[in-house]
């Protein structure tokens, strides 16, 4: 019963064996193998356009340095105030940019609300030298709180962006949970919508180590590949993450794996609803389940094997709580297991 | 016959072997599970002492980072003149430390001259205000022209080092490849001999990606978590590279494909001693070879299926070359098979 | 009648007269020089303790170094919403920390308030990886919005920053118009209450360019010297920027204009209380008035030669206002005169 | 007999009397009044043709910003060996450019050799990911050893800059000591040779503090306003330096100061050529005279109350030395009177 996090998971049984598949033999180094060709191309495919892929080696370095390709002196970018990029990347996006700043958002359930995003953005004025000038907007898709934006969500953000000419980011270290959620496609979900480069993960669905940033714009990626190697994230064996994300993508195996953590998570919050002592913090639509209960309950849950911490819930997210509850987060992965589910609902 | 670079190898099969073997079951993200400690611990046991150990994705960030962790305002490192740090990794270093400045030092043969050295951090008066100040001293370990420092000149290194106050870095991408070489252990090779933190690579000696920086005072390492985790560098499944690891080290592997290496380059330097058509530029002592010949005859050799590139040499370090030739760097890895060799050498 | 802003005066004729007297003659450069030694004995006279001073070219430049002499990797500061430093300096704090963070605290009429603060610092555990790290706090005296910390607030500012070892920075751009307005002496308002840096502004109150970084703990300066060429902020001809310093400690001459500006305010604020086409926003206590209007008025007031600003006041800053009335800033300086005070009360 | 610096001399009595004049008054803040108009406007006319000039505390910080307007990821900049940008400013230049390095060329008597230059610049491949990527050159003028770059030799290197489509940037700390003794127009020595921005250095030459970066192509300033801004350096009372520029340019003061310094230098020279017990280590052309003599004689000559310095001179510039001598440096300024010329000369 371990609801800790998918990162706690290893990696899925055919993403290994892919791996293994491509131990042996010599291929070019630094990504220009055949193999490292084939998956960029495989990238083109699944977003139905030319893109430029660039493999790293973690969801902050994708996220740092997607701001870096389009950071200017003075340059603001705007994310939710819970987005991971401001909230778990040890000031990562501030450093990599080479100090450019991060303007948390309001919005309810780890949404940017499109109105507070456009006011924020004004008080940047683009041509005043004083107060910094903005550069990027990042959503995050599946959202830090298990929630999604729907199509018009993002269209709703992307009339921001253009209104104010900046590029649009979207962390997807999620990306494969909220695409089935949403039951759409990849470029639907993303250029389609004026999303401008994705952080694309794939180890939280069942990869050990496959994170890519992902330009609709080749212009925008023109200085990427000097930025990617100054930031020391240029793989000598880049077919480590090639091998993975070829299995990642095989057969749809990521999409099959994103719907099963979906419907684990699903699966989870009917326990919830069912329960009397526990409730749904409000409803999930990804992989990640958030529940209030009594911090008494909670630790007898642990002691009897389910693994889950509490989550510092913003104001308003969650309905009221008595003084003795927390909100908890339970996150599935390809690893879930309904036999854990069921234990665990056996418990509530 | 591939001799292009020991990175073009794919893993051992061991090495695939032990990853495939954890890629089931939970375990703590951000390398706090049992198999994380496990390998950390190992790595003190090799060591000889305790070590406080940070896996990275690179070696380019290995390096970068064990700077960041010893760099002070105005700072200068010290490293060779072609070292891999100055020469090949884009400006990381630089851009990693906020601006720390490389100085690059002269001597033979891919090792730093002692006494160009301490000539060297002379000229950066430690507390003059508007030079810069020394920071670090790095040397490379097996060199990047195939060299090693043997054990004393290490000490003589180690004693400048001393003789200023600086911390002693040491970029050991090929660090098996030394050891080996020099037959000795690797708490000789470092810590006895007066370094303080290691690049330590895996990845060019079988593993997929296996980098780690080691330091050998804890004080040291103090701010380095942070450092890491700021430069986007902390894998959540962490477990992947410690995976990498323990095959890595399990029954001297990590030693095997390095004498390996070694003695595929041996072969190979006994076919252009053995050649009139080519001759060695320098005496390898590790797994790389470096040849004069031909323009005219390596391009045939190429044509014939071997695969390696000219070098560019520093001014005195080959012998007399006539102009239509030039060196060729020849690189052997765990993968280089005897038959390649023979086949190769009976081109010569 | 001009309130646009305290640094559009030029300067005051003392602190010209200063310049002129030590234009001939040679002196050693870069700070080193007699004057510049006597001057920084001075700042130790009046802080009443040896102090380390660092002259610098802008105020925002003793802001970014100050937090540079302080940061560490993934580094938070924490300042009010309303800073100048996170609202009017583009991004230097950010820049020159090489990705420090300033988290914006709230508190009414541009204090922090302390429960506040203490809840903003506890959001980023000093020794949790992700979140970023405490580095320092940093209050602003007087504030942007005319108001001053009493001695007491700076004692509950200290005491969060206290309990949180967090180096605690004062932007003292005001710092002569807050001293004169509490009635009460440098080291009272600084390091008397747990101050242990002073960004310490001669400019807006009568110099041409005078600023400097003082220190209350040689320690804490350590390495200041190197921070502080580094960023190019070490002037060759010190001392013109220690004449200035000289004639503006010379027989309280800073106090006087101090005062001065800060009546000016007062005559000004009184105007506005007898107004009835305009308001007071809130109190000004130091040479700063705000005041409600309608638009029109405003503009009138312009037409007839008054140069005044709208400001951005913050929600819940001011008392309620009509939909066409806006809040406006009215700045004094040494150079304004009561005739263009009273001039421009006439107009009211 | 003060010859230790052209930085000890305070401010030409026009130049302290024209700030003076400009003490009373409101003017806008930040660069934008009318007098900073004006004065830029004349660094049009001065050069002969629209330029985009921008105000600095100094010349550091002119060098700095002039690489960062032009700076790339992975960006080399070329300078020579002995240059102030890498020679004296603390990595300062590395710093403001997030990591830029500094490529140090060599050449003869402080002028870059053009064929090194161009052997320097080839050694960084711009499409090669590894190595880093030339991004600007830099000459000195008047050099650091005091000669001076002829047109031709400045026309030499701008074909090697034009050839590499890189920026062009001169560093002119000395700019008019260099133009006089060329007899020649900024125009000349500038933008008609391949010079793209300056650093436009007034300090040394009479001003208190009084540089500035000029471009001659608006579009390379595109974002130059707000590097500006965001170094600290936008000088709130920017009219103080731009008093100082009107006066430095009324009637040609600029000329005739660097005339007299020359001159003076020059007077100097005669010295050392009619003396037996010094020579000079090579001709100079602008206000810095570099002499060899016995260690002991210049004791004798400083505890005669003449103030200068040993200088470390590069192999190869000097004429042989004997082991007890040294090369030292004179340098004179407007403040320089034949009287102490000649009070030296005695003494020699």
Excluded at 127 to 134: D, K, N, T, V, W
Excluded at 240 to 267: C, I, K
Excluded at 298 to 322: D, I, K, N, T
Aim: aromatic content about 10%.
């Amino acid at each position: 019963m371990i609801f800790a996090s998918d990162n706690w998971a290893g990696a899925h049984p055919a993403i290994a064996a892919g791996l293994t598949a491509h131990a042996s033999g010599h291929a070019r180094a630094y990504g220009n193998g055949d193999l490292d060709r084939a998956v960029r191309e495989t990238f083109g495919t699944i977003f139905e356009r030319d893109v430029a892929v660039f493999f790293v080696s973690t969801g902050t370095a994708a996220n740092a340095l997607s701001l870096v390709a389009v950071n200017k002196p003075g340059g603001v970018a705007f994310c939710h105030r819970e987005a991971h990029m401001t909230e778990d990347e040890a000031g990562a996006p501030e450093y990599f940019t080479g100090g450019g700043r991060l303007c948390r958002v309001d919005g309810p359930l780890g949404r940017i609300a499109p109105d507070e995003l456009d006011r924020a953005v004004q008080r940047y004025p683009a041509e005043f030298l004083h107060s910094g000038r903005p550069m990027a907007i990042s959503i995050t898709q599946a959202t830090e709180v298990g929630t999604v934006y729907a199509l018009e969500d993002i269209d709703a953000i992307g009339a921001v962006a253009r209104r104010h000419g900046l590029p649009l980011h979207m962390d997807g270290a999620r990306f494969a949970n909220a695409l089935v959620s949403l039951g759409t496609t990849p470029a639907e979900m993303t250029w389609k919508r004026g999303i401008d480069m994705v952080s694309f993960g794939g180890t939280k669905n069942g990869c050990w180590c496959a994170e890519a940033v992902v330009f609709f714009d080749p212009a925008m990626a023109a200085e990427f590949a000097f930025i990617h190697k100054r930031a020391a994230q240029l793989f000598s064996k880049a077919r480590f993450v090639s091998a993975q994300f070829e299995a990642y993508f095989r057969d749809g195996l990521w999409l099959q794996t994103a719907r099963h953590s979906n419907a684990m998570a699903a699966a989870l919050a009917d326990g919830f609803r069912a329960s009397a002592a526990a409730r749904l913090a409000w409803e999930p639509q990804a992989n990640e389940v958030f529940a209030i209960m009594g911090q008494e309950m909670a630790a007898r849950l642990q002691g009897l094997g389910a693994v889950f911490y509490p989550w510092h819930a913003p104001a308003g997210y969650a309905a009221a709580m008595a003084a003795d509850e927390s909100v908890y987060r339970f996150v599935t992965s390809f690893a879930t297991t309904i036999e854990e589910v069921d234990a665990f609902r056996a418990l509530l």
